[in-house]
Each structure stands twice: as structure tokens, then as C-alpha cells.
């Protein structure tokens, strides 16, 4: 499982011209699933994005966790984490099909849910205008 967490300031999601989610502060999660991950992997990853200490204390060092800092997320399904380039077509194999990886991106967004967090997402499969106001920026790579 691979997700690109980015620290916002508020960040959207349109389908089709209406506006389905929306944050303010907090963490937008572009979550892609591998053929081979698991519900380990799932909740390990929940772990990860509820843990990260990436807002910034009274001092303005990144020692805040999202849960202390008030923090919202915004987790959108992105299969194309997945993209082979060995050629100049990218190829998709090692994305997870619907059938896996919609229940693994499910479990990661009840995961955070039940650490007490606001959680929106967009559409998993829809052609989604993603919109952010990234914050520093801070971008985190978390892969297991």
C-alpha cells in the first residue's frame, strides 16, 4: 500500500461538476493499493497517517500529531501510485482490481474514522477534479 500524505490547508474533491468533499486543515491522502496487500497493510497504513507528527509546535518544529492539531482528512483513491514506466505507457499491473482494493481503501478510511478523525473521500473509480492548498509544503511517502 502506498499513500502521498500532504499537509493542506483545505483541499476538495469535484465529480462532475459538484463538490462531494471538502477539508480544511488537515492531511489529503492519495491512497493507492498493491494486488498483494491486506488488511495488515490497511490498518498499518491508518496508523501511519493518524501517527504522522507533521504540524508544527509553538517552536516550528513538526511535532504535532494530525489528532492534536485538529486536523481533517481527505482520502482519495489513486491506483496510479502503481504505475509501471519502464516504457513510456505506464502500466498498472501491480494496482490491486476493484474487488481487492476497494474493501483495503475502505478498511484504511474506517481505520482512521474510529481514531476519532473527520474523514471525507472522493469516489473510488470516478474521473475526480482533486483540489489542495498545500501547507509548506510537507509531503509524506508512506509505503508498506
Not at 481527505?74 to 505506464?90: E, N
Amino acid at each position: 500500500m502506498r499513500a502521498v500524505v500532504t499537509r493542506v490547508n483545505e483541499a476538495a474533491v469535484t465529480i462532475e461538476g459538484e463538490r462531494v468533499a471538502h477539508i480544511g486543515k488537515g492531511l489529503l491522502v492519495l491512497l493507492g493499493v498493491h494486488k498483494d496487500d491486506s488488511g495488515e497493510s490497511a490498518k498499518w497504513v491508518a496508523d501511519r497517517i493518524c501517527g504522522l507528527r507533521i504540524f508544527e509546535d509553538d517552536k516550528g518544529k513538526m511535532n504535532i500529531n494530525p489528532s492534536d492539531a485538529g486536523a481533517e482528512l481527505l482520502i482519495v483513491s489513486q491506483f496510479t501510485l502503481y504505475a509501471d514506466i519502464s516504457s513510456r505507457r505506464p502500466g498498472f499491473s501491480d494496482a490491486a482490481r476493484p474487488d481487492k482494493a476497494i474493501p483495503l481503501y475502505e478498511l484504511v478510511v474506517k481505520e482512521c474514522r474510529e481514531r476519532g478523525f473527520h474523514v471525507e473521500t472522493g469516489e473510488f473509480g470516478a474521473d475526480m477534479l482533486v483540489q489542495s492548498v498545500n501547507d509548506g509544503p510537507v509531503t509524506i511517502i508512506i509505503e508498506k
